[in-house]
């Protein structure tokens, strides 16, 4: 069974903070993904690397960095911790067709006080 | 504008019946589907999903319909237990990156 690990299920962090969120996944897969996901808005797309070193945009990047510098890991910077940014992170990689879906990683719970 | 919607936030059924979760998408060019299963503070789950060539999809309670002139898939849950309970997002895909709707979340009662 693939396994994406997400280091941290809850973090709190204090608004201005640097917040690095660090996701692996254990079956060579390609492609990884980070979502926020946040009542009543769904799985937002944040940003997502088909390769190493390989990133591009999402549909709400802004905020927000990421860094893929080995295959298997794949890590959300939150440049400025802002209260709005208080939110559900999942990770999630894919190394199939698109029929395969997504394994996801079992979240992040951040809040930013 | 939102690609995927599911339009009813939330579903409530009784044990043993017929749960149906509905699913409507604008861009033609998607052509995979794909139902997910979400517990709260755990990461969504795959469920079962269907390629654009076909119109039906089963997997032991869970079966996914789709019917592409309509642009409209939905999930069957039959028989719908307690342990169904969950938010469930419906996700179409026309290359390795997933679109998903905003969720709707069923409840089973016993």
């Known amino acids: 069974d693939v396994k994406v690990t997400q280091s941290s299920r809850y973090l709190v962090k204090r608004t201005g903070e640097k917040v690095f969120l660090e996701c692996v996944q254990d079956?060579?897969?390609?492609?990884m993904f980070w979502y926020r996901q946040d009542p009543g808005l769904g799985l937002r797309l944040i940003y997502f690397?088909?390769?190493?070193?390989?990133?591009e945009k999402g549909d709400i990047p802004e905020g927000y960095s990421v860094s893929r510098e080995k295959k298997e890991r794949f890590s959300l910077i939150l440049e400025s911790a802002s209260t709005n940014q208080t939110s559900m992170y999942l990770c999630a990689s894919t190394g199939g067709g698109p029929g395969y879906g997504y394994t996801f990683g079992s979240g992040t719970r951040l809040t930013v006080v | 504008d939102q690609q995927v919607k599911q339009n009813s936030p939330s579903l409530s059924v009784q044990e043993g019946r017929i749960s149906i979760l509905n699913c409507d998408y604008t861009?033609?060019?998607?052509?995979?589907f794909l139902w997910y299963k979400k517990y709260p503070a755990e990461g969504p789950t795959f469920l079962i999903s269907i390629s654009s060539i076909k119109d039906k999809n089963e997997d032991g309670r869970f079966t996914v319909f789709l019917n592409k002139s309509a642009k409209h898939l939905s999930l069957h849950i039959v028989p719908s237990q307690p342990g169904d309970s969950a938010v469930y997002f419906c996700a179409a895909s026309g290359s390795e990156k997933l679109v998903f709707g905003k969720g709707t979340k069923l409840t089973v009662n016993p």
């Open positions: 861009n033609s060019m998607f052509d995979y």
């Open positions: 079956m060579d897969h390609e492609n």
């Open positions: 690397s088909y390769d190493v070193k390989m990133k």
